[in-house]
């Protein structure tokens, strides 16, 4: 480690990885120690810590990605003392502070500021490195050191908790790394990391990492299911293996030509933005009957079933009822709409809602995905809420076999297709190859149309 006055500069030196390191942002939950004990000491306890924060962010902005990796080690893992006193100082502060909590908060934005940077440059390896190195770390015989035995014993505990299990999550399939899928829900990792980005217990760098992952994880899927759709409608599909992300097998290309089919002159993005347009200086009263029609009916005819129309004026009719002389705003409209999300995937408890049961297995969860893809497409803000609803159902079942799940699995492959066709930057595309005029066609043979995707570029990104 060098010796030089390494602290200093990483005090003043700004980090590549955190905009500001002068907030110190920690989970809040600190209710396991004595409030008089925290009062006491918390000071000094928070400031040690920042003085490690920022000579893990020294390192990463000065030094080779190895030697960080080594400075983790040495302090955390092998238990050697850092060789400048300053560093020494506030380990062992922490340490006599007595609380796990406080060290899991310490160990975890370490963590989380070493892997952000490195995940950032693409050097996942070495993320990988930090987990086996935490995991295989040395339990043989104690520590002839009290102070020091603490943090082994510390680091055992973490090493057991959830909270070690969140950091290996979020270097699942970065780089080359492909993990056994030991369980169904691994394949919406995109969802139950919303749970870890938007919960604000959570450190920074987690929230960050776990965000980056999550987008990651869908620009992933969003190119390997337009590379799907786009070969396995050449000629040389039938002759090659192309990867195809669903679980829906050849059902997948149908799927998406079904979802794009336009209806009458538009497709679902169109109506969207044509019900945007007419939602413009109503009363909400006005809006929540539009917003039925536009749910439920298209060029006034009715293609919904009655098991869940009337429920939806009702649960409308219920929400907000003080508001309804009102002119619509932004505000109204994004709450109207989380509002049917939750109403049609979990309740606060957790558990599914009678709603949701209904669409996914007595009706085709084609539909329910549909109703999603509507709601997402006039607010879009509504879909960080509508992964955190998925997460909270999947979290529910996730004891469950997948033969169990079948059904629900058969909905978030569905509807993960639809938001994907339709999302930001992507385009799609079903065009008739029939030599038949669209006139003399009574209908669309699916078999005479061809799907294609392009890039587009967006003008304003999302947060």
Not at 61 to 85: D, G, R, T, Y
Not at 203 to 211: C, D, N, P, V
Not at 337 to 348: A, F, G, P, S, Y
Request: charged fraction near 20%; glycine fraction near 2%.
């Amino acid at each position: 480690m060098p010796s030089q006055n390494v602290t200093s500069q990483s005090e003043t030196q700004e980090s590549k990885v955190l905009p500001t390191l002068t907030n110190n942002i920690l989970p809040q939950a600190r209710s396991s120690q004595p409030t008089a004990q925290l009062q006491k000491s918390e000071l000094t306890v928070f400031a040690s810590q920042e003085i490690l924060y920022k000579f893990f962010i020294y390192h990463i902005n000065n030094s080779e990605p190895e030697v960080s990796l080594q400075e983790f080690k040495k302090i955390f893992v092998e238990l050697i003392a850092p060789v400048h006193p300053k560093l020494i100082q506030s380990l062992y502060t922490i340490i006599e502070f007595n609380s796990q909590q406080e060290f899991n908060n310490l160990f975890k934005r370490c963590s989380y500021i070493l892997l952000n940077n490195w995940i950032s440059n693409k050097q996942y390896e070495l993320a990988r490195k930090l987990i086996t190195i935490i995991s295989e770390r040395t339990l043989s015989e104690p520590h002839a050191d009290n102070i020091l035995k603490r943090l082994k014993v510390w680091l055992t505990n973490f090493v057991s908790s959830q909270d070690y299990e969140n950091i290996k999550l979020f270097v699942l399939k970065y780089g080359d790394y492909q993990p056994v899928e030991k369980h169904w829900t691994s394949r919406y990792q995109p969802y139950l990391l919303a749970t870890q980005y938007l919960d604000t217990k959570n450190t920074l760098e987690a929230r960050q990492t776990a965000k980056h992952l999550s987008q990651k994880l869908k620009d992933k899927y969003k190119f390997d299911l337009a590379m799907y759709t786009s070969r396995s409608q050449s000629a040389e599909f039938k002759f090659k293996n192309y990867h195809n992300p669903t679980l829906l097998g050849e059902e997948a290309l149908r799927l998406i030509k079904i979802i794009l089919v336009n209806r009458g002159s538009l497709n679902y993005r169109s109506l969207a933005n044509l019900f945007i347009s007419h939602s413009q200086n109503i009363t909400y009263k006005q809006f929540k009957e539009s917003l039925i029609k536009y749910l439920c009916y298209y060029n006034e005819k009715k293609n919904s079933s009655d098991i869940y129309h009337q429920q939806l004026i009702n649960i409308l009719d219920n929400f907000h009822p003080q508001n309804d002389e009102e002119i619509l705003n932004s505000s109204l409209l994004l709450r109207t709409c989380n509002h049917l999300i939750k109403c049609l995937t979990v309740e606060n408890s957790g558990e599914p809602t009678a709603l949701f049961l209904i669409f996914a297995t007595q009706l085709n969860p084609l539909t329910l995905a549909i109703l999603m893809l509507k709601i997402i497409l006039i607010s879009p803000y509504s879909q960080t809420y509508l992964e955190l609803c998925f997460a909270r159902l999947i979290e529910y079942y996730q004891d469950n076999s997948a033969a169990e799940c079948q059904w629900l699995i058969k909905f978030l492959e569905v509807c993960q297709i639809a938001l994907t066709i339709y999302g930001d930057n992507v385009q799609y595309n079903l065009v008739n190859m029939s030599d038949k005029h669209k006139e003399e066609q009574l209908f669309i043979d699916l078999n005479n149309c061809r799907v294609f995707s392009q890039h587009k570029q967006i003008s304003k990104v999302r947060d």
